[in-house]
């Protein structure tokens, strides 16, 4: 079993729906989450860290379980510049990234 | 603000031929990675060096070799390439997790 799974999607989703990912992850020691974004063929750039507490930044709020192991993304009225890859992160004394769910907001 | 700096951006080599990918980072960080993110299978460790003059073994080291020269830059090569080193190669840098940052990227392909 991979550490860090996802579901590869892609998710193809109209301008303005609600769109929401799961990440599940392995190794309960796994201290500190992250989702990234990465666009095609550019380089994972740093969207925001994952809280038990929950976090929220504009239409962009994540959440960790940590008793079901799992983090989620939701994000809420999607715009066409949402269309990117979005990689899960899960942490203890290494990084690992999950393999990425693709998103595509159609118009 | 140039932030991470990877060279060359793209490269096609023959089988055995050899290369070495340049990083060089601006920000003060102490830790450096080498990624390669293959389609289906995400970004994997290669090497990494906590700070200067240490160097570890990540997830898939066989066939490279790092040298993290001095603060700022920490190379890859490749001593004998094979197609199964195609890929696309990205190197970061980071205080701490959080504050991972990539460089754009090398599309390396092997023939």
């Known amino acids: 079993r991979k550490e860090v799974e996802q579901d590869p999607g892609p998710f193809n989703v109209p301008e303005g729906a609600t769109v929401a990912f799961n990440c599940t992850y392995s190794?309960?020691?796994?201290?500190?989450f992250f989702w990234y974004r990465q666009d095609c063929r550019k380089e994972p750039k740093l969207l925001m860290s994952?809280?038990?507490s929950g976090n929220e930044d504009g239409r962009f709020t994540a959440q960790l379980n940590r008793a079901s192991q799992y983090i989620s993304l939701l994000i809420r009225d999607s715009k066409l510049s949402d269309s990117a890859t979005y990689l899960c992160?899960?942490?203890?004394?290494?990084?690992?990234f999950g393999p990425g769910t693709s998103l595509s907001v159609i118009p | 603000n140039a932030g991470v700096t990877q060279t060359p951006k793209f490269q096609v080599l023959k089988t055995g031929q050899s290369m070495t990918l340049q990083c060089a980072q601006d920000?003060?960080?102490?830790?450096m990675y080498w990624y390669r993110q293959d389609p289906g299978m995400g970004l994997r460790l290669i090497y990494y060096?906590?700070?200067?003059?240490?160097?570890d073994k990540g997830e898939v080291p066989n066939g490279y070799n790092v040298s993290r020269l001095n603060k700022r830059e920490f190379s890859l090569r490749l001593e004998s390439a094979a197609p199964s080193q195609t890929s696309v190669y990205f190197c970061?840098?980071?205080?701490?997790?959080?504050?991972?940052?990539f460089g754009s990227g090398t599309r390396l392909t092997v023939v």
């Open positions: 920000m003060n960080h102490n830790s």
């Open positions: 060096s906590a700070s200067e003059g240490t160097t």
């Open positions: 970061a840098s980071s205080l701490r997790v959080a504050g991972y940052t």
């Open positions: 992160v899960g942490s203890y004394d290494k990084v690992i």
């Open positions: 994952v809280y038990s």
């Open positions: 190794n309960s020691a796994s201290q500190s």
